[in-house]
């Protein structure tokens, strides 16, 4: 039904003003190229000399471009309508992936950066799930869940490509408040295992992140696991950005260095009964950590349930811009005349 229509991205609309610049420009070439060849002749001796020229065509071709660009903004908006619906199969759990996204987050020893290295690792253990639920909590001066408790790994992965450093509204490392935001954020619904997944650099302000991890485990019997992402000897520097150009974050005229700092993730997955995994710099199997380490003994056979999916019509869009694009290539700027027959009929 249409009443399920929707936009994925609709934050895309704002490249039709990129086309509306276009179509000005166009516009304006398409004028001055008129302008000029009034200038150099009239139409009757323009016929006469260039008899192949077309005033319609270039206007004909340029609409035709002009029009593919905006399917393919359309079509990068990824328009939804339909609904149908899919029944899984649960034998899994419930897991909270809590990612750092302090200031810390951007040094780049973990390349392309610690919290992109995280959020692909998250990325890869949700394409392991299965049946288990899966939600984002993001995390720095503050905490904020960027997804619920959800079996739509589809949804979960457009939350997790939003999860940014600037999404936290106050700056610093709470960690612990984290942990209690997630233990507070499961349901009861099922049975089966619950855990918290945290992927930081493990620096923290005094929010008591191994109590709240000792409180999540006797109270709901929540596991927590922790995953250290960056150097811890040496460290790396903050890359900030200074009237548009490339710099390093510093404090009382130093360059700030920050290093992963294991003794707090590992205490705290100590008090949560779980693992602590020093990823370190090192590319890593957050999926395969996630099974043989996480849900090894903590899924479930639980009831089946039904998930809502939107069907995505994008490929309507492209298909038109691609059509387009194509008759563009297909209708020349000159118009065929009979010379060019007798040409051709002469050359054959």
Known sequence: MMSDFHFVHPALLSL?????????????????????????????????IAPGASRFRPVMKTALVISALIALVFAGMDPRWGVR?????????????????????????????RLERAKQAIADAVDEL???RA???????????????????RSLKLALDDVDARNSSRGGSMLGDAIRLAA?????????????????DGEDQQSMPVEMAEAALEEQGIRVYTVGIGDDLQGARIPVLVNGRRSW??????????????STLKATALAGEGAFIPAGTKQFDLGRIFNDVVAADQRADLESTEIKI?????????????????????VPVRRRTPTDDSLASGGA
Request: with cysteine; proline share 3%; net charge negative.
């Open 16 to 48: 039709t003003w990129l086309v509306l610049a276009l179509v000005l420009v166009a516009a304006w070439a398409l004028a001055r190229r008129a302008r000029q060849l009034r200038r150099f002749a009239d139409e009757n001796v323009l016929d006469r």
């Open 85 to 113: 619906y899919e029944e899984i199969q649960r034998r899994g759990m419930d897991v909270f992936f809590v990612v750092d996204v302090s200031r810390s987050m951007l040094a780049e020893d973990a390349g392309p950066n």
């Open 130 to 132: 299965g049946g288990d």
């Open 135 to 153: 939600g984002i909590i993001s995390f720095a001066g503050d905490s904020q869940i960027e997804s619920p408790l959800t079996l739509n790994y």
């Open 184 to 200: 507070s954020s499961f349901t009861n619904e099922e049975a089966g295992g619950k855990a918290i997944v945290i992927l930081s």
């Open 249 to 262: 974050l510093t404090h009382d005229g130093q360059q700030v260095w920050t290093k992963m700092e294991p």
């Open 310 to 330: 939107t069907t995505p019509r994008f490929q309507w869009l492209a298909g038109l811009a691609l059509l387009l694009l194509c008759a563009d290539f297909m």
